[in-house]
């Protein structure tokens, strides 16, 4: 396994617990050190049992020696979690010094397999680089997607709804089917561009819906109407479909949306054909990341010198990662419109702020609240629908609080004295979406 992330680790881990015997290797010897001791770089729920269990049982090692890593080894995953820069474009020099490595050490009859999420033709790139430095060496390739879910990883790992297999060698692509016996799910087995493709259109669809969704909020709360009902209602439509991801708030962070996107608007404009759909896509939801700060302009008029307190710095719930978290992209707006932030999180991983300090990183919510002019709630932790609200609106100097996750019941908050603002609940809640969180 090469690379030793959020993607590298969950696969490590389950495949050790499936019976593999998985060899994890990363360059970062301070990281390799911790591992091995059992102390994990990053919450995700069950890993450090899972990678624990696997120690202890002998069927998973690591290593930051390319050698150890790869001899003998029948299968070579490449699980780097690819990282994108300021503009969510992919940086793909880890994966391609990956190709460099496997160039050298890689053992005839291997199998390399691509998990990380890269753009189309990479796969073929890597192929390319190995052979170029090795003629002679017999390898096959495959690229089987990631279907990582953050804070629900090794669940979707063990139950994924299918499995995309990529190659355009039949025998590589019966190997990897025969590595991921145990887990259960319909193979979709397809040519190693389409994999790649797949890939693609899967996160574009869904951060279309996203953006639909918040396009479609912001125009109920103009008319006066409740996008949580609309979305109900919607669901319950079978061209629609009950799973479909149409809850308005914040739209989507993390780079792993918008990565995909740029990458096929950049072939659209290659193709000479463009992509406007895309390209309307990303404009929404570039605009969305403004609600909080629009919401509390609206209810505090002018931001300069108040405080608003922060709920959640993580780009989602059940992890620890800040890595393009739209928390830390609001608290930069409201402090250039003169606010001062106060901020809790609970997994907060803040070295990866070690720059940051536009803001008071507090223990609790409490103190967050405390002589704050605003609340935000902008992480879906599931502890911030269960605060004690009465002691909040106590403790804050204006009871203003904006829920851009839409966690809260507004007519509750509302009858308990707060001038609640939600995403795309209008000037009323009707009774039949109170705790509505679907």
């Known amino acids: 396994m090469i690379g030793l992330w959020h993607l590298g680790l969950v696969t490590s881990a389950c495949l050790a617990d499936l019976g593999r015997t998985i060899v994890g290797f990363d ?3 301070e990281l390799i050190g911790g591992l ?5 770089p990053l919450f995700e729920p069950g890993l450090d049992a899972l990678v624990e269990k696997g120690i202890a049982e002998g069927r998973l090692s690591f290593t930051a020696d390319p050698q150890e890593a790869l001899s003998g080894a029948r299968y070579v995953i490449v699980a780097y979690d690819t990282t994108v820069d300021e503009s969510d474009e992919s940086d793909l020099s880890q994966v391609m010094g990956a190709a460099s490595l496997m160039a050298e050490h890689l053992e005839d009859g291997s199998v390399v397999i691509i998990s990380s ?7 073929e790139l890597i192929q390319a680089t190995i052979r170029r430095a090795r003629p002679s060496l017999e390898f096959g390739i495959a690229c089987v ?12 790992f063990k139950k994924p709804d299918m499995i995309v297999i990529g190659s355009d060698d039949p025998a590589s692509a019966v190997a990897v089917d025969a590595l991921l016996t145990g887990v259960d799910a319909p193979r979709v087995v397809v040519g190693i561009r389409t994999a790649e493709m797949t890939k693609h259109a899967l996160n574009a669809f869904l951060a279309t819906c996203i953006s639909f969704a918040n396009e479609m909020a912001n125009l109920c709360d103009a008319a006066g109407a409740d ?3 609309v979305a109900r209602a919607l669901r319950l439509d079978g061209r629609v479909g009950p799973r479909a991801p149409l809850r308005p708030g914040l739209g989507f962070a993390g780079g792993t949306l918008a990565r995909d996107l740029k990458t096929l608007r950049r072939l659209g404009e290659e193709d000479g054909n463009g992509t406007p759909l895309i390209n309307g896509v990303l404009m929404v939801n570039e605009q969305q990341s403004r609600v909080v700060a629009r919401k ?16 959640g710095l993580t780009y989602k719930p059940g ?3 800040l890595r393009r978290s739209v928390a830390v992209e609001i608290i930069g707006e409201l402090t250039a419109l003169g606010a001062a932030v106060k901020a809790y999180d609970p997994r907060a991983n803040r070295e990866e702020l070690p720059d940051i300090a536009n803001f008071e990183f507090c223990p609790d919510a409490g103190a967050v609240a405390e002589a704050s002019d605003a609340l935000a709630i902008v992480t879906e932790w599931p502890e911030f629908r ?22 809260l019941d507004a007519k509750e908050m509302t009858e308990m004295g707060f001038q609640y603002f939600g995403v795309g609940r209008g000037s009323t809640v009707s009774v039949g979406s109170m705790g509505d969180k679907s």
Do not use: H, W, Y
């Open 319 to 321: 992890t620890s990662t």
């Open 386 to 407: 269960d605060l004690d609200f009465a002691a909040i609106k106590k403790s804050m100097r204006i009871p203003v609080l904006v829920d851009a996750q839409n966690m």
């Open 296 to 311: 509390l302009t609206e209810a505090c008029g002018s931001l300069e010198g108040i405080t608003v307190g922060v709920l």
């Open 227 to 229: 996008a949580l009902d």
């Open 27 to 29: 360059t970062a010897q």
């Open 117 to 123: 999420q890269v753009p189309v033709g990479t796969s």
């Open 145 to 156: 997607p990631e279907n990582l879910r953050l804070g629900q990883a090794i669940e979707r």
């Open 36 to 40: 091995r001791s059992g102390r994990l």
